[in-house]
């Protein structure tokens, strides 16, 4: 019986785990970077595409507010791997990422194949990430045609 009441801990842990990067894709998306604070802890550090951000949230939280100059973003959350040792995890979420924005008056979409590789710790029961490599496997950049969001 052991067993299963370990795999059930495992599966909680995996799901809060994957619910914090669905926070973290939502806030940037809605442009809502108190919610993309809230998956970070208070001296994290993060390297996004190379470059290095932090400590700190304020720091990671005003290097991610370059998307505000974008029009739209959406960005799905793909597979992950996830390894829980106690109050410590380690997880890679494979995303996609597309961001709409304007480039010689034109409408673009760039479109980039990510992986998040993150160290995470459990602070006050709750799963946040210490240490972030944001990575870019691939990308590609296109004209798009933009509409107001309204369905027909």
């Known amino acids: 019986m052991a067993d299963k009441t370990d795999a059930l801990a495992e599966l909680r842990e995996r799901a809060a785990i994957r619910d ?17 604070a809230s998956t970070f802890t208070q001296d994290a550090l993060a390297v996004y595409s190379g470059v290095a951000v932090g400590p700190g949230i304020d720091k990671i939280i005003a290097h991610v507010r370059g998307l505000q100059n974008s029009k739209r973003s959406t960005h799905h959350m793909g597979h992950q791997t996830v390894e829980v040792n106690g109050d410590q995890a380690k997880s890679e979420t494979y995303a996609t990422a597309h961001v709409v ?52």
């Not at 304007?102 to 946040?128: C, E, F, I, P, Q």
């Open 101 to 152: 924005f304007t480039s010689d008056g034109k409408d673009m979409l760039r479109t980039r194949g990510l992986r998040y590789v993150d160290d995470l710790v459990r602070v006050d029961g709750n799963w946040l990430v210490a240490s972030r490599q944001h990575v870019v496997d691939w990308e590609r950049s296109e004209p798009v045609d933009v509409t107001d969001g309204k369905r027909r």
């Open 20 to 36: 914090l990067m669905i926070r973290y894709a939502a806030g940037l998306d809605r442009r809502d970077f108190d919610l993309v």
